[in-house]
């Protein structure tokens, strides 16, 4: 199921389905380790001894608070007599817990009591071998975790009541599903610890009058050992959770709020897109400098593998982005991540995972051929969005501290270019499908040779600008004479070499034309 709502803090990112159950839950590094990777935290509601799953039945409208990475969310069943209102968010601040404030609400003319389940189906570190959860009598919190990866699940009513009932089980094994099961009586075990393949469930009981409501509060926090999550989950019960989530809505919302555009003369649903589109980007920006392209794990019921990686071009266009919204503190991270992560020769792979290692691949990491395994527009994209970026800021110092992505990337793309043709060496399609001498390659190398000599420009290096000036009007000439058709009065989208066909051999497809 396609994920609604997608919020995070740079350490945590949560992403929601629509029946505003979790999905995927990254921590410490947005995109890098799964803890639930695409199963269902399930949220279920029990009344008059009649139990629901939020899902079919209910009707659910889930979107954001204005201009912020809080989500809320609505559901209600008219058969049931519930309506839930809910927002979520992720603490800034180094603290590492996602909120949840749940307001329920009776619609029947009657007091009824209301038990509101919430289920956990961590695989923490992305399986679920070897994991642990148990339920702490002293807080009255489940805990999951494995080695360093620490996970506490509390809350508690607006009338001081935590944890109804609770169950530690099995799940995944012959004849046990999971604890969500134990719960469509409306009564938990009680079962106290699991060890294995292992899954939790909480309950949560309301005392409602007629036509009223009630709150839950409710949070999980990450840490790397006991002590932590304790240490977090203590913070919460002193600062309490509707003063957390006020603070994460104004923080959000004077981060969105920068006053760098004037954005006064545009239509309203045009600036709240505009922010919105940020505020989801900012969401998949790790904190210590990647951009994953997607933190959906559905796909990996499709191929075993997931879009939580770095794509260089991706990063550099999103770069692109927030420098001309004006938010340069996420760029410069960005770029000081692509500095850390270029290779010795001064190019970029496939792409990579957020803690800098190699991403996995379908290009080959080495080749016999002299030729690379790579998208050679993702190195200069890096280069062409840096320039961008100092153009903008003029942030000097910055420049110097990244300087070796500035040397080592122009040095590559000059040293790629074929001395036969005038045009970069063959390099795969941005789609990774084509070997080939690309149009849209052959411009971003182009536009990163522009960069590269404007950079020594303001360097006073007047012999290194007129070089690169050289090469990038060298390069322009042999694109507009073998990549420009005259007859049709535009550029050909490439040049395929007959000797990259066996590479195709992967895709067990003949070449079509470009």
Not at 94 to 104: A, N, T
Not at 285 to 307: E, K, N, P, V, W
Not at 323 to 335: I, K, L, V, Y
Request: some cysteine; proline content about 4%.
């Amino acid at each position: 199921m396609p994920r609604e709502t997608v919020i995070g803090n740079g350490r945590v990112a949560v992403a929601f389905d629509g029946k505003m159950s979790i999905r995927d839950f990254f921590y410490p590094r947005v995109g890098l380790e799964n803890h639930v990777s695409g199963h269902e935290f399930r949220i279920g509601v029990w009344a008059d001894n009649e139990f629901s799953w939020l899902g079919v039945g209910w009707r659910i409208d889930t979107r954001y608070m204005p201009e912020t990475l809080v989500s809320r969310s609505r559901a209600s069943n008219p058969g049931l007599g519930i309506q839930i209102e809910t927002n979520e968010t992720v603490i800034g601040r180094g603290i590492d817990v996602f909120l949840r404030k749940m307001m329920v609400y009776n619609v029947a003319d009657r007091p009824r009591k209301v038990r509101i389940f919430f289920t956990h189906d961590f695989h923490i570190y992305g399986d679920p071998v070897g994991d642990t959860v148990m339920y702490d009598p002293d807080l009255n919190a489940m805990i999951h975790y494995k080695r360093q990866r620490y996970f506490l699940v509390n809350g508690v009513t607006n009338r001081g009541a935590g944890i109804h009932q609770f169950a530690a089980g099995y799940k995944e094994l012959p004849g046990r599903e999971g604890t969500w099961k134990d719960a469509e009586d409306g009564i938990l075990s009680g079962n106290p610890v699991a060890q294995g393949s292992v899954d939790s469930a909480a309950s949560f009981e309301l005392d409602l009058l007629a036509q009223s409501r009630g709150t839950i509060y409710y949070w999980i926090a990450c840490g790397r050992n006991l002590k932590q999550v304790k240490e977090l989950n203590s913070k919460v019960n002193r600062i309490g959770v509707e003063q957390l989530l006020l603070e994460s809505e104004n923080y959000w919302a004077a981060w969105i709020n920068r006053k760098e555009i004037n954005l006064n003369f545009l239509p309203k649903d045009i600036i709240r897109a505009y922010k919105n589109s940020l505020l989801i980007m900012r969401s998949h920006a790790d904190s210590r400098g990647g951009i994953i392209a997607s933190c959906d794990s559905d796909i990996l019921q499709f191929s075993r593998d997931t879009y939580s990686y770095i794509w260089m071009r991706d990063g550099a266009i999103a770069s692109l982005a927030f420098d001309q919204a004006g938010f340069r503190d996420t760029s410069m991270r960005f770029f000081r991540f692509c500095n850390l992560v270029m290779t010795d020769e001064g190019y970029f792979h496939h792409k990579y995972s957020p803690d800098g290692s190699i991403g996995s691949s379908w290009l080959p990491i080495s080749r016999s051929d002299g030729m690379l395994p790579i998208e050679e527009d993702e190195t200069a994209l890096v280069l062409y969005s840096l320039w961008r970026h100092f153009q903008k800021y003029r942030d000097i110092e910055f420049i110097e501290s990244v300087q070796e992505l500035v040397e080592e990337i122009t040095k590559f793309l000059l040293d790629y270019i074929d001395p036969d043709t005038g045009l970069p060496k063959p390099s795969f399609d941005l789609w990774e499908e084509r070997l080939g001498v690309f149009t849209w390659t052959a411009s971003t190398v182009y536009a990163a040779l522009n960069a590269a000599a404007k950079f020594w420009r303001v360097l006073y290096n007047r012999e290194r600008y007129e070089s690169l000036n050289k090469a990038a009007f060298s390069l322009k000439s042999a694109m507009l004479k073998q990549l420009y058709d005259p007859k049709r009065k535009r550029f050909i989208k490439a040049v395929l070499p007959y000797f990259f066909l066996a590479h195709l051999m992967l895709k067990k497809r003949p070449l079509k034309g470009p």
